[in-house]
T-cell receptor, first 117, second 112 residues
Framework: KAGVTQTPRYLIKTRGQQVTLSCSPI?????VSWYQQTPGQGLQFLFE???????NKGNFPGRFSGRQFSNSRSEMNVSTLELGDSALYLC????????????????FGPGTRLTVT | GQNIDQPTEMTATEGAIVQINCTYQ??????LFWYQQHAGEAPTFLSY????GLEEKGRFSSFLSRSKGYSYLLLKELQMKDSASYLC?????????????FGTGTKLQVIP
């Protein structure tokens, strides 16, 4: 079974631009979560999607948004990029977002490294 | 916010046992994860605890005490490849949403 894939793997943008990152979950997984990882702040939760709906979210400004498609693939968008948005963006998929223990086993993709200049 | 505390660094000897502790604020608690992350790689899921007690999975075990806001990850028969960062993360409910907050990670170095 193929793992979580993320595209692109590397990206360089300038301040003020916008960027869209893509994540394809493991086949059969319906929940997709996005995280930002930086050396200073560590791993921070952005949001979680399930059945094309944002179910959970972290404490990021509205410039960060996402969506999920009917095939569970997800995209994340960052508008008006700032230097501080330079980070590794990780996507993780899990079977489904319910109270069942096994549902929360998350599998991470390799990440997209975004550099804002 | 949700404060998650875990030691920054630990060193242990190959073949030994090491325990990595994690404490968190209990308000809104809805589950605790442990992840392993090797340098330059994505995190790998190790365990998820939602009820009190010990969960064992091979050489790795995770313990949770919800009333104390405390968890630990126990690694037995340490191998050199266990050198990595270990991340504690808490799933919590707040304002109708659930969010996952990560600790800053414990960098474990296994020495011969």
């Amino acid at each position: 079974k193929a793992g979580v894939t993320q595209t692109p793997r590397y990206l360089i943008k300038t301040r003020g631009q916008q960027v869209t990152l893509s994540c394809s979950p493991i086949s059969g997984h319906r929940s997709v979560s996005w995280y930002q990882q930086t050396p200073g702040q560590g791993l921070q939760f952005l949001f979680e999607y399930f059945s094309e709906t944002q179910r959970n979210k972290g404490n990021f400004p509205g410039r960060f948004s996402g969506r999920q498609f009917s095939n569970s693939r997800s995209e994340m968008n960052v508008s008006t990029l700032e230097l501080g948005d330079s980070a590794l963006y990780l996507c993780a998929s899990s079977l489904f977002a319910s109270g069942t223990k096994g549902a929360y086993e998350q599998y991470f993709g390799p990440g997209t490294r975004l550099t804002v200049t | 916010g949700q404060n998650i505390d875990q030691p920054t660094e630990m060193t242990a000897t190959e073949g030994a046992i090491v325990q990595i502790n994690c404490t968190y604020q209990t308000s809104g608690f809805n589950g605790l994860f442990w992840y392993q992350q090797h340098a330059g790689e994505a995190p790998t899921f190790l365990s998820y605890n939602v009820l009190d007690g010990l969960e064992e999975k091979g050489r790795f075990s995770s313990f949770l005490s919800r009333s104390k806001g405390y968890s630990y990850l126990l690694l037995k028969e340490l191998q050199m490849k266990d050198s990595a960062s270990y991340l504690c993360a808490v799933r919590m409910s707040k304002g109708g949403y659930q969010k996952v907050t990560f600790g800053t990670g414990t960098k474990l170095q296994v020495i011969p």
